[in-house]
């Protein structure tokens, strides 16, 4: 890579990596696996800078590498495997918003892959049917029935958990 490529790449990824690292977060939710997954994404980013500079939007070309290597890690076999024979405790939570971020973040754990991605991009990164759809390489058709089966999912995990609260609390 030339001198003025590297500072150029250095540059992009200084400014990108927070909203890289929140995207990655919220597709796979959790922080260790969501730094595997932009240091993945980089490391292609880096073999393939001069193409990902020359697209007519770097951010949304990187953002589709995030999500590809996102949805190839979660194909593969090594996702599933815990290296504990328990899951820790999570931390006490210790303010309410700190609460709703981690109910949306189990709320999003149950969903497939492919929904979850498509309600991360579509939610909290703020795109658009058809950006979502280009990202994925997918109609946009496609991505609306995601939509509409991933949000159908949550509301049903939410009716199930309100009437869980309320026999429990009545």
Not at 14 to 25: E, F, K, S
Not at 63 to 68: D, H, T
Not at 124 to 139: F, K, Q
Not at 149 to 167: F, W
Request: glycine share 6%; proline share 4%.
């Amino acid at each position: 890579m030339r001198a003025e490529d590297e500072t150029e790449y250095v540059g992009y990824v200084t400014a990108r990596l927070p909203v890289l690292h929140r995207t990655a977060y919220l597709l796979c939710g959790d922080a260790h696996q969501a730094d595997d997954i932009v240091q993945t994404t980089l490391t292609k980013l880096y073999r393939h800078w001069r193409r990902a500079a020359g697209a007519d939007n770097t951010d949304a070309y990187v953002r589709r590498m995030l999500v590809r290597t996102y949805l190839d890690d979660r194909r593969g076999g090594w996702s599933r495997i815990r290296l504990m024979s328990e899951t820790p405790d999570r931390p006490v939570p210790g303010a309410p918003d700190i609460e709703d971020r981690q109910a949306v973040r189990d709320l999003l754990a149950g969903l497939p892959p492919t929904q979850r991605a498509v309600l991360t991009l579509r939610f909290a990164c703020d795109l658009s049917v058809a950006e979502v759809a280009h990202l994925l390489r997918c109609s946009t058709g496609n991505v609306k029935s995601h939509t509409s089966r991933g949000l159908a999912a949550l509301r049903r995990r939410l009716d199930v958990e309100a009437r869980t609260d309320n026999r429990a609390g009545g």
